[in-house]
């Protein structure tokens, strides 16, 4: 089922989120499908906006994996214990240096390290160390206690999987829907952009397993959508079957917020799609 505008929201900030595209997205889903599938969810921007009955939301980033774990299970813990923490540089420093084994201490430590790093961005390095820096932002309010409550509700009928994209979709199945929404920020498949949501990055080679993947998918009449970066080295792997529109979304990532721009996007799908665009 698809809400009102008005219901939509998504809990945190990730880079290549697409809840600035959403409104574009719900124009080219299927006319029908049965389970819905997220295997990179970020944001979950399409999912929280759908709220499907039936789905799997997935991601390869274990601490994503686990905060909505946590949030679906536990979310007025979750809204306390953050809530107890000062907005700050002292606070922030101190947590970004933990390793903390708690599945809810973890969470909390996901969810405030994004809310004031620079530009909300997640990135580890190599050895898998979130490395950004404090942002600078001290809100009033760190988290909304409506706003988690409503985000757990949405994740109900939802199964919660920690994987790569292949194996979050292995259930699939004749008449699903699935939808890809890789890494693909600036230079992120030569290594020198926000690729590093996990400490192995996402590379054009995945990029090319990503496209095999859903053209097998479409092939088991799987209803495949996928957005991607406009890129000939990427886009020339999605074959002929699969139906391209190029469309305008704004840049999430910059320095400052007046130096960001329009960027174009590609929406795949391997479905005939009936609207008026």
Known sequence: MIQDQGNFTTLIRWAGSKRLLVNRLVQFLPRKF???YEPMAGSGALFFYLQPQQAVMGDINHELINFYRVVKQQPCELYRTICRLPANKKTY??????????????????YYLIRLSWNGLYRVNRQGYFNVPFGGRRPITLLSREKTLSISKAL??????????????????????????????????????FARYSKTGFSLEEHKRLADYAARLADRDIHVMVTEAVR???????????????VRNASLIAADGDMRRDAYEAILTSYTVNNDI
Do not use: W
């Not at 008449?175 to 600036?186: K, Q, T």
């Not at 080295?233 to 999605?238: G, S, V």
């Open 34 to 36: 049965r389970c819905y």
């Open 93 to 110: 420093l101190a947590l970004r240096e933990e390793n903390p084994h708690s599945l809810l201490r973890r969470a909390v430590r996901f």
């Open 156 to 193: 109900t009928g939802a199964r919660i999987l920690c994987g790569d994209f292949m194996s979050t979709t292995a259930s699939s199945k004749s008449g699903d829907f699935v939808y890809f929404d890789p890494p693909y920020p600036r230079g992120s498949y030569e290594g020198n952009g």
């Open 232 to 246: 000939k080295e990427i886009l020339k792997l999605y074959s002929r079957d699969f139906r391209m529109q190029i």
